[in-house]
């Protein structure tokens, strides 16, 4: 990701934070309308699984510059992923919702330049986990 890139998803996601329950019922009504078939993964109740989201959201947001001090909670949770039978290409659902999501919170706000970032963040984060995840599996 470039510098631009980076400022961009950063300063996007502070208007995203400030609505950050909402964003997370949004990110799973969304989810859960195109793939129904992925609910069964969550255990958890929708207001607790909305807050490890965003938290996590979060934490790689903040450390996009720094994206090794993070592989420790990257490796994690793709073992827990793992655990949970998430295959790895649920990943391109998820992600579709996410942007999905992000788009109809910033609204005007929204853009090509924009949504490119976001993108590229995803697939730096997504990669990353899905290859902690193989691993794991192997």
Not at 18 to 40: D, M, N, T
Not at 73 to 80: G, N, P, Q, V, Y
Not at 95 to 124: C, R, S
């Amino acid at each position: 990701m470039t510098e631009r890139q980076i400022l961009l998803v950063k300063n996007s996601w502070s208007y995203v934070i400030v609505k950050s329950e909402e964003a997370g019922q949004l990110f799973y009504h969304r989810l859960f309308e195109i793939a129904p078939e992925l609910k069964s993964l969550f255990k958890s109740e929708p207001k607790g699984q909305s807050r490890k989201l965003i938290n996590m959201v979060t934490l790689m947001v903040s450390k996009l510059q720094k994206l090794d001090e993070i592989q420790g909670e990257i490796k994690s949770l793709a073992t827990r992923h793992h655990k949970y039978g998430v295959d790895p290409a649920y990943y391109r659902i998820v992600g579709a919702a996410f942007l999905w999501t992000l788009q109809q919170g910033l609204k005007d706000k929204w853009n090509e330049e924009l949504e490119e970032a976001w993108v590229d963040m995803y697939a730096v984060i997504s990669n990353a986990m899905i290859k902690n995840q193989q691993a794991v599996a192997a």
